[in-house]
């Protein structure tokens, strides 16, 4: 099946109130056109150096993603290219992007990532320093918490469910609270090979490139 083919089927699956992310790492602006015309909204880029070459030629109408590692040299190219960072884990970063939004006069919706494994190799948050960080990061005025994010350990699929449940937790927990100035609105949770898994424990944003694209192609 090619690029279109796949993302209806995967829309098709998705239950309601589910949104599909593309993760299109190392991917071509007219894969990423295929995948945006076949019904795909929101685009995720792990690079800031191959989303700046990208975006510009991309046409069609999406929602950019940044769900990569963040770095302090890059976040004024990541305010002028992304709608959305997904992975904010500290007040510190947090501080730091606020400071430029304020800058650039640009209000930037965030997730934070949450280190639900608590592997010491991996950035996030760890899940019992979430809430403290979330109710320190919503007194900024210049960045919008909408929610977590996850990856969970290297395992399959069905050994991710306790890290997911746990994220999930956390999720409606903070949520509950009805801290000013966050919106707890998307959980991202799943890719490729875990979606599913995470759709049945409360993910309604998912993050697939594999089951898209094929195999990555790694550039020289």
């Known amino acids: 099946m090619g690029i279109g083919e796949n993302v209806r089927n995967i829309l098709s699956q998705l239950p309601a109130g589910v949104n599909l992310e593309i993760a299109a790492k190392s991917r071509e602006a007219y894969e990423i056109e ?40 890059k976040l004024n190219k990541m305010i002028r290219l992304f709608d959305m960072i997904e992975t904010i884990g500290s007040v510190e970063m947090a501080k730091v992007l606020d400071k430029k939004c304020q800058i650039f006069g640009k209000k930037m919706n965030i997730l934070i990532e949450v280190n639900s494994g608590k592997e010491p190799q991996k950035s996030g948050a760890m899940p019992e320093e979430v809430e403290g960080i979330v109710r320190e990061i919503s007194k900024f005025s210049n960045v919008k918490i909408m929610g977590l994010m996850t990856m969970g350990p290297a395992v399959e699929a069905e050994k991710l ?55 990555r192609v790694y550039k020289r």
């Open 34 to 73: 295929e995948a945006i015309r076949a019904g795909a909204r929101i685009v995720g880029e792990n690079y800031v150096q191959e989303a700046e070459k990208v975006i510009p030629m991309v046409k069609s109408q999406a929602e950019w993603h940044f769900i990569g590692s963040v770095q302090e040299n």
């Open 161 to 215: 469910r306790p890290y997911f449940k746990l994220t999930k937790e956390l999720f409606d927990h903070i949520r509950d609270q009805r801290i000013e100035n966050v919106e707890m609105k998307i959980l991202s949770m799943g890719m490729s090979d875990s979606y599913i898994v995470a759709i049945e424990e409360g993910s309604n944003l998912v993050r697939i490139g594999t089951k898209i694209f094929g195999p």
